[in-house]
């Protein structure tokens, strides 16, 4: 396992280096005429560049505007199951730390820094609604139905290396979710990586994301009313993986340039939680898998309906629905 885990940390820091190097050639394009002043004309330039590194539409969204300065914006709602899309239960079914098992409606906000035209900083911060479709606090959720979720600092990175085209984030986060933080989440630091590669005119894409994930937390022992057996953790630390790290095989179908079919399968996620003092044992979560129809409005506006089930028990109830949207408003 551990063997595993420094061979993808290898492989990330093998391409940053080579990606760097790339750079002159990756953007090197033909002089525009100028289109107003300098100012226009260089963020012309800029968008080119951008649109040269990164052509599939996902994560063109993802990576956001070519302006200087930029507002984006994310949607998400994770509703219940197949059964019962509106539900308030939202089945945990990969067994995963950090998980909010109610459905909720999440909405972010950030602002974003192009350095250049594949460097960027970024700041956002949202707000979160458990269970919007229901009037009360669902049963057995300990939390605030409407809270902050989770501010946060990004760093990315698009290169493009010999086709694969990669978008790398370093992201520190505070935990400020009331449901998590009754929990002892604090804050952590992820590194995520995603790439895919097409695969000539076939309108298939392969790719993967892999990531690594270190979560600090501010408390141990128990946490709620031992009375009220629901909200109630004898010993939060069986709750806080303190490092996590993952491997996520991606294929896509290209439609036309509006319409594709996406699937995810989280095939390697493991979590070492705090409870086991053993640092080289780590816990395998339930492999799932997520199928979607993508929808790339424009370069920047991308919406995803989507559904997560587990592939070695596929059933209606443990079969999730979601809809998330990526859009930069200038």
């Given at each position: 396992?551990?063997?595993?885990?420094?061979?993808?940390?290898?492989?990330?820091?093998?391409?940053?280096?080579?990606?760097?190097?790339?750079?002159?050639?990756?953007?090197?394009?033909?002089?525009?005429?100028?289109?107003?002043?300098?100012?226009?004309?260089?963020?012309?330039?800029?968008?080119?560049?951008?649109?040269?590194?990164?052509?599939?539409?996902?994560?063109?969204?993802?990576?956001?505007?070519?302006?200087?300065?930029?507002?984006?914006?994310?949607?998400?709602?994770?509703?219940?199951?197949?059964?019962?899309?509106?539900?308030?239960?939202?089945?945990n079914i990969a067994s995963t730390t950090a998980t909010t098992d109610?459905?909720?409606?999440?909405?972010?906000?950030?602002?974003?820094?192009?350095?250049?035209?594949?460097?960027?900083?970024?700041?956002?911060?949202?707000?979160?609604?458990?269970?919007?479709?229901?009037?009360?606090?669902?049963?057995?959720?300990?939390?605030?139905?409407?809270?902050?979720?989770?501010?946060?600092?990004?760093?990315?990175?698009?290169?493009?290396?010999?086709?694969?085209?990669?978008?790398?984030?370093?992201?520190?986060?505070?935990?400020?979710?009331?449901?998590?933080?009754?929990?002892?989440?604090?804050?952590?630091?992820?590194?995520?990586?995603?790439?895919?590669?097409?695969?000539?005119?076939?309108?298939?894409?392969?790719?993967?994301?892999?990531?690594?994930?270190?979560?600090?937390?501010?408390?141990?022992?128990?946490?709620?009313?031992?009375?009220?057996?629901?909200?109630?953790?004898?010993?939060?630390?069986?709750?806080?993986?303190?490092?996590?790290?993952?491997?996520?095989p991606v294929l896509e179908y290209m439609f036309n340039d509006t319409f594709n079919l996406r699937t995810?399968?989280?095939?390697?996620?493991?979590?070492?939680?705090?409870?086991?003092?053993?640092?080289?044992?780590?816990?395998?979560?339930?492999?799932?898998?997520?199928?979607?129809?993508?929808?790339?409005?424009?370069?920047?506006?991308?919406?995803?309906?989507?559904?997560?089930?587990?592939?070695?028990?596929?059933?209606?109830?443990?079969?999730?629905?979601?809809?998330?949207?990526?859009?930069?408003?200038?």
């Amino acid at each position: 396992m551990i063997i595993f885990f420094h061979y993808i940390a290898f492989l990330i820091t093998l391409s940053m280096p080579a990606a760097f190097a790339e750079t002159d050639a990756i953007l090197e394009v033909e002089d525009e005429p100028a289109i107003t002043v300098g100012a226009l004309n260089f963020q012309s330039r800029r968008a080119n560049d951008v649109d040269n590194i990164i052509t599939n539409k996902l994560l063109r969204a993802e990576s956001g505007s070519t302006s200087i300065w930029s507002v984006g914006t994310s949607l998400e709602y994770a509703g219940g199951n197949l059964r019962k899309p509106l539900s308030e239960d939202r089945p945990n079914i990969a067994s995963t730390t950090a998980t909010t098992d109610k459905a909720f409606l999440d909405g972010q906000a950030d602002v974003k820094y192009n350095i250049s035209s594949q460097h960027s900083l970024s700041a956002g911060i949202g707000v979160r609604w458990i269970t919007p479709f229901s009037s009360e606090r669902p049963r057995g959720y300990d939390g605030k139905r409407v809270d902050v979720a989770n501010p946060f600092l990004n760093y990315q990175l698009l290169y493009n290396l010999g086709g694969l085209q990669s978008v790398l984030q370093v992201q520190p986060t505070i935990y400020t979710e009331s449901n998590l933080t009754r929990l002892g989440y604090h804050s952590s630091l992820l590194v995520n990586q995603d790439s895919v590669i097409e695969l000539g005119d076939s309108g298939f894409t392969l790719g993967f994301s892999v990531w690594a994930q270190y979560v600090r937390y501010d408390k141990e022992g128990s946490s709620g009313d031992p009375n009220d057996p629901d909200n109630y953790t004898a010993d939060v630390r069986t709750e806080q993986a303190d490092y996590i790290f993952g491997l996520s095989p991606v294929l896509e179908y290209m439609f036309n340039d509006t319409f594709n079919l996406r699937t995810v399968l989280y095939l390697y996620n493991y979590e070492h939680m705090r409870s086991e003092p053993d640092r080289t044992t780590y816990a395998k979560d339930t492999i799932t898998q997520s199928f979607g129809l993508g929808i790339s409005i424009t370069p920047v506006i991308f919406l995803y309906p989507n559904i997560q089930f587990v592939p070695e028990d596929i059933r209606d109830d443990l079969t999730n629905v979601g809809i998330s949207a990526d859009i930069s408003v200038f």
